[in-house]
């Protein structure tokens, strides 16, 4: 028999719900999101892909581009473009969310998962923090568990064809779950840190996290 006062049973969407927000599901941006909440809050949705830097646009070529990776690294690497390329590729499809209001749908990106280079640099035990490093003299930093996430990676190809160098070629960094600021263009070095060190951004004003969904716009946000 039934008691009166019975909360109703768990359903399989409480049940969900209740992992998806242990798992943090509707902050981290993923496409699995209901199509109604895809937009974060106070963006608007743009189709074409406006570029956004600090007014340089480094001319690196494939052939002088190296990645260099350091600091609180068990292998620390020094890679040209082959080497980079010789790594396992993935593919990715995200969305972008610029803190200046516009987001992009469904960019394709081809590179380096951020979690198959953590396998090669082998992150040692106190590091937390990276900063990225790009050829332009801008930074930005991350916590390496954001860094870490499933679908960032180290670009060099969008829609199919060779990332444009003012969108940041030959490779950029894409960490679809933040601000676009996090995504550094021209990438040139990972430093990989036991202590946090705010980048350009961050250290005029920006948030020092960028979480889209909460609206991490800037650092009193
Ligand atoms: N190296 C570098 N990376 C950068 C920036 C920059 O000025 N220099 N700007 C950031 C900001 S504020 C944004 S919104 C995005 C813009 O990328 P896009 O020009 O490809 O749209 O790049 C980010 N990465
Ligand atoms: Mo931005």
Redesign the pocket.
């Known amino acids: 028999m039934t008691e009166p006062d019975e909360p109703p049973p768990d359903s399989k969407l409480t049940r969900s719900k209740q992992r998806w927000a242990q798992e943090g599901r509707f902050l981290t941006g993923k496409t699995s999101r209901p199509e109604e909440q895809r937009l974060p809050p106070g963006q608007h949705l743009t189709r074409d ?6 007014g ?1 646009t ?1 001319d690196v070529s494939r052939e002088r581009w190296r990645l260099d990776v350091y600091g609180a690294v068990e292998n620390p690497i020094f890679w040209d473009f082959k080497q980079f390329t010789a790594q396992l590729q993935t593919k990715f499809t995200s969305d ?1 969310h ?3 209001t516009w987001s992009r749908y469904d960019n394709s990106w081809v590179g380096l998962s951020t979690r198959d280079l953590l396998d090669a640099c082998r992150p040692r035990e106190e590091a937390r923090f990276v900063v990225l490093h ?3 003299g ?1 930074t ?1 930093n991350l916590e390496l568990q954001d860094f870490a996430a499933e679908d960032a990676v180290l670009a060099h190809s969008w829609s199919g064809a060779p990332l444009e160098q ?3 070629g030959p490779v ?1 960094l894409v960490v679809p779950h933040l ?9 040139q070095s990972i430093e990989f840190l036991a202590e946090d060190a705010p980048g ?2 961050e250290v005029r004003g920006y948030h020092n996290r960028g979480d889209p969904w909460k609206e991490e716009r800037y650092s009193g946000d």
């Open positions: 892909w406006p570029t956004l830097d600090l340089l480094p972008i610029c803190v200046t790009s050829h332009d801008y930005t003012e969108h940041g950029r601000y676009f600021w996090k995504s550094a263009k021209w990438l350009y951004w």
